[in-house]
Every structure is written in structure tokens, then in C-alpha cells.
């Protein structure tokens, strides 16, 4: 279900944002390497397919440390209530597709700080995304992705069969969450047989999804040689390390980016004589797309 595009500049994505969808709800994610799939920290920790209830045991035992060090209370359900709501496919899944997610904030707090999450996290501003995907300085990539998502109408799948949920930006978390324009998805999968729910991979649902609404995936490769190109366009709009995280350390990397990245692509530029083919106005009628 994905449609994949190798684009030769940052100018040409921008065209591709700018054309019109068959959604209006658009997600987005950046990656920093084309060849990485659609992962959760949690599988590229080794613990791909983990069951669900393994994982709530796991984050309880945490959450004490982390409300010590925070000093934040999270709504975590105690364990028996998470395992009476696991006992069926349908509570379970009725929980996460109306909005009864349990411990959901404290799962937002833990995947923002980089504890192994089964969350993969998309945002709703495709220059976020692409933040993301060129903010890392990786020698020997040749291309970056952005992902862009439009989700189809609501349907059960049933069990057996990995379910896609979105859930969404609204709840009280870490400020990250509001800063980079979060939103998130979760795949588990009952399984009738051993009548466990384990968490799958978002693209065996991707790949599955089908139906009179089904989800759609587009996939954007832009070479990595437009790095900086990319991260100076974008902090001419604030939107950098600093902006996003908040942190003194993402200040000193947005400082970094500045002070002797882009202040010697400037000056090569100059001494050049070349100039970005992209005009401010262009940029604000694209960026005035996703507000």
C-alpha cells in the first residue's frame, strides 16, 4: 500500500506537498535514512511482537522511577484491570478505538524521552517530519524519506489480523508532544487461539489494509546532499532542534547549525553567486497548506 517516489531536490517535495490529496487529514514522518521501515522503538529495541501485557507490566514497574525523577504523577490502571481488559478482543479494541486507551499519557511521556515504545509517532506538519529526516548528520546516506499518511474511515478488522489504530493528539503530556504537532499509532493483534493480544508491525497493516476506505502511504525520497539546504529553509521559520525540544542541549545544537553550518553555506554560496531556486512566497503558499 505504500507509493514510493525518488524526488531529485527539497524543491520537489514541496510540489508534492503542495498537490492536493484525497484526505484532508495528512500525517507525516521523517526519516533519516530511506531504508528504514515503519518500526517502533520498541522493535528496533528486539522486542518486536511483544504481548501487550507484558509491555503494561513492564511500565508499571518503571513508573515509580519516573514519577520520582519528574516529579509528575501518571494514570496507569493497576495490573489486574489491564489484564481484565485484555482477557477479549472486543474491550480491548473498543477501548482503543474510542478514545479509552489506558495509561496513554504515561505511554506519550515514556515514547517522548525515549523509553522503547510499541507508539510509532507521526506529526501533522510536514516540515516537522522533515526536521526529522535531515536534522541527523549521516555521511554514506544517499537519501532521506518523508512518509505522508492519510488514514482510512474506521472499521474493525476482527481478530487474528493486525488492527491500525490512530490516537491522537488529545491528551495532557510531555510539552514535546505540543511542540512537534504529535499524533500516534498502535498496531496489536488478538490472536484467538492463545487469546493474548501482541503488538505487530505497522506495515503488516498497511500491507493488509483494504476496503472501500482504505489507508494510503506515500513515501518521498530526497537526496541527502540537500541537507542543509533543507535545515536552513526551515530555521528561517524557527523550526529547528531548539523549537521542537526545548532543551539546553537541542539550543546548543540549533546554535551549532547556525554558527558554523549554515554560516559557511552562506558564505559558499557567496562566493558562488548561487541562489535558492525557491522564493519566500513560494514558501509561505506552502507552508500556508498545513496550518
Known amino acids: 500500500m505504500i507509493t514510493e517516489h525518488n524526488l531529485r531536490s527539497w524543491e520537489g517535495l514541496l510540489k508534492e506537498l503542495s498537490a492536493p490529496k484525497d484526505s484532508k487529514d495528512l500525517f507525516f514522518r521523517g526519516h533519516a535514512n530511506s531504508a528504514w521501515s515503519l518500526t517502533t522503538t520498541l522493535e528496533r529495541h528486539g522486542c518486536d511482537r511483544m504481548n501487550v501485557a507484558e509491555y503494561y507490566e513492564l511500565i508499571g514497574r518503571v513508573k515509580p522511577q519516573v514519577e520520582s525523577i519528574t516529579g509528575s504523577r501518571f494514570d496507569l490502571p493497576d495490573y489486574p484491570k489491564v489484564l ?4 477479549s478482543y472486543d474491550s480491548f479494541s473498543l477501548a482503543l478505538s474510542f478514545g479509552g486507551f489506558p495509561g ?8 517522548q524521552c525515549g523509553f522503547p515504545s510499541p507508539l510509532l509517532d507521526w506529526t501533522r506538519s510536514p516540515f516537522v517530519a522533515a526536521f526529522f529526516a535531515f536534522a541527523p548528520d549521516r555521511p554514506g546516506i544517499k537519501r532521506r524519506s518523508i512518509y505522508v499518511w492519510a488514514p482510512g474511515r474506521f472499521r474493525a478488522t476482527g481478530a487474528n489480523a493486525p488492527e491500525l489504530k490512530r490516537l491522537g493528539p488529545y491528551v495532557p503530556t510531555h510539552q514535546r508532544h505540543v511542540l512537534q504537532q504529535s499524533d500516534y499509532t498502535i498496531c496489536p493483534m488478538y490472536n484467538t487461539e492463545k487469546q493474548e493480544w501482541r503488538f505487530a508491525p505497522h506495515e503488516d497493516a498497511m500491507a493488509s489494509d483494504v476496503g472501500p476506505s482504505p489507508n494510503r502511504l506515500w513515501k518521498f525520497n530526497i537526496p541527502s546532499t540537500e541537507r542543509l539546504k533543507v535545515l536552513k529553509y526551515l530555521d528561517g521559520f524557527n523550526l529547528n532542534a531548539y523549537s521542537l525540544f526545548g532543551s539546553e542541549e537541542s539550543l546548543m545544537e540549533t546554535i551549532a547549525l547556525r554558527e558554523l553550518d549554515l554560516r559557511k553555506q552562506v558564505s559558499e554560496e557567496l562566493g558562488t553567486g ?3 531556486s525557491l522564493s519566500r512566497n513560494q514558501a509561505a503558499d506552502t507552508a500556508s497548506r498545513f496550518r
Open 84 to 87: 481484565k481488559l485484555l482477557e
Open 104 to 111: 496513554y499519557s504515561f505511554f506519550l511521556h515514556l515514547r
Open 274 to 276: 548561487s541562489e535558492s
